[in-house]
């Protein structure tokens, strides 16, 4: 079993919609999780950190559960700008190495 | 005023030559990392070093040697370059080794091993 699964889409959404992504982790003793953000050819930039109360910012909510080791990233009111890939990222606890998904793939169009 | 910049951008090569790849922060961290992303975009760690010393050590073959002179650079080099050596190399550093801090990337090192 991969340490962080995710669809890797690609989602396809026209401009406004709401759109979720999944992610699952293996390690019940991962301590820290992000959402990261890359666009094409280009490198990885921190979106947002997760907490387990849940947090947003603007747009974007994340989610995470503990028990089910699973996180969520929702984007709501889609913009052209967000068309890139996002990777759920876990930091595994024993040593700052974080642990990337593959990405999932998000295009936004008009 | 890049805060993570990586030298050089492109580098094309022959197997089995010799190259480095240069990583240099002005942000002030005092721990840096390489990652590898290769042709199926995975990003796995391979090194870091927190105040030049070595911390993370993935299991990476030993051809891939790196190096911090000072906390501000941390240099990759790779011996005897293999065809599955081909990918996109990133730099990264944090403000301290931990677990919660964010990690600032590089623009990345696009290796081709031809």
């Known amino acids: 079993r991969k340490e962080v699964e995710q669809d890797p889409g690609p989602f396809n959404v026209p401009e406004g919609a709401t759109v979720a992504f999944n992610c699952t982790y293996s390690?019940?003793?991962?301590?820290?999780f992000f959402w990261y953000r890359q666009d094409c050819r280009k490198e990885p930039k921190l979106l947002m950190s997760v907490y387990s109360s849940g947090n947003e910012d603007g747009r974007f909510t994340a989610q995470l559960n503990r028990a089910s080791q699973y996180i969520s990233l929702l984007i709501r009111d889609s913009k052209l700008s967000d068309s890139a890939t996002y990777l759920c990222v876990v930091n595994m606890g024993l040593v700052p190495a974080l642990i990337f998904g593959k990405g999932t793939t998000l295009s936004v169009s008009s | 005023d890049t805060a993570v910049s990586q030298t050089p951008k492109y580098l094309v090569t022959q197997m089995g030559n010799d190259k480095s790849i240069k990583c240099e922060q002005n942000?002030?961290?005092?721990?840096m990392y390489w990652y590898k992303q290769d042709s199926k975009k995975f990003l796995k760690i391979m090194f870091s070093?927190?105040?030049?010393?070595?911390?993370i050590n993935e299991t990476v073959p030993n051809r891939f040697s790196p190096k911090s002179p000072d906390k501000a650079h941390l240099n990759l080099h790779i011996n005897s370059l293999e065809l599955g050596d081909s990918a996109v190399y990133f730099c990264?550093?944090?403000?301290?080794?931990?677990?919660?801090?964010?990690?600032?990337f590089g623009p990345g090192t696009r290796l081709t091993v031809l």
């Open positions: 990264a550093s944090s403000q301290v080794p931990d677990n919660y801090n964010e990690q600032f």
């Open positions: 070093y927190n105040n030049k010393e070595l911390i």
């Open positions: 942000l002030g961290h005092d721990t």
């Open positions: 390690n019940s003793a991962s301590q820290s």
